[in-house]
């Protein structure tokens, strides 16, 4: 008896082994067919990620090469008293960077200084270069960044420009004067009304069309003003940024998807 026992559970063991033999190398195959369909998805990625590093690094190259100034100014970087410049200083809310380029023009991409002595410095440097016309704005003390009385209320959509603009450490005075009782509006039908109301020295649509006074500066066509640019160039600059991380951290994961086949 204990014999035919042996003879049946020996082809019994014998079968169960061998099945178990054929579910380990299913397991196998399919742990390697999950890991390359994982690498094939990461490689995707990884291109898809290198694609979008080159686009917004071609973006923030193209604008870097447009924001200049276009005159002489652009010559004051990094010379003696030279701060920096007032675009890059500025920061102003979405939408309404050509609004207020139009209220500091010409100073929007102008240099800053540190003091008036070197901005005389400047222009006996210039005049004795023979260089172009240079634009200049004097640091001198910083006013904090406030806003206007509420008392006065604007149109839906319109806003004090002192609301939209800082800077760090505070908007120089001299900026600051310039958006000192200034309205940025959506339109033309509000650029006229706002224009009446108290403590309301000019107005501005967010095309950048100016009214101050008895003076008004418009355009038929939409450009793009430097503020605006630098708006862009830093989300180039940012979207950039993110590629290069999702790249990298693309990469780190195929490391170890292709240790796993």
């Keep these: ?50 694609a979008e590093r080159a686009r917004w690094e071609s973006r923030r190259d193209t604008l870097a090469e447009n924001m200049g100034p276009e005159d002489a100014t652009a010559g004051l970087a990094g010379a003696p008293g030279v701060l920096g410049d007032v675009a890059s200083l500025l920061r102003v809310e979405e939408g309404w960077e050509d609004a207020v380029a139009a209220l500091v023009a010409p100073f929007a991409d102008a240099a800053l200084v540190d003091g008036l002595g070197s901005a005389v410095d400047q222009i006996r440097r210039a005049r004795a270069d023979g260089a172009g016309r240079i634009r200049m704005v004097v640091a001198g003390d910083a006013q904090e960044d406030t806003c206007p009385s509420a008392d006065v209320a604007l149109p839906d959509g319109a806003r004090w420009a002192e609301e939209v603009v800082s800077a760090p450490g505070g908007t120089p005075q001299a900026l600051g004067a310039m958006l000192r009782g200034a309205v940025l509006c959506q339109d033309l039908d509000q650029l006229a009304r706002v224009l009446d109301l108290p403590g309301v020295r000019c107005a501005v649509t967010v095309r950048g069309d100016l009214a101050r006074g008895l003076t008004v500066v418009g355009s038929g066509t939409a450009t793009s003003s430097v503020l605006a640019l630098h708006a862009q160039y830093d989300q180039a600059v940012a979207g950039a940024d993110r590629a290069t991380r999702r790249e990298e951290e693309t990469a780190r994961a195929l490391v170890e998807a292709n240790a796993a086949l």
């Design 1 to 50: 008896h204990a014999a035919d026992v042996a003879r049946e559970v020996g082809p019994l063991g014998e079968r169960n082994a061998a099945a178990g033999a054929v579910h380990a190398h299913q397991e196998a195959v399919e742990r390697r067919d999950a890991s390359r369909t994982r690498v094939d998805a990461l490689l995707t990625q990884e291109r898809e990620a290198r």
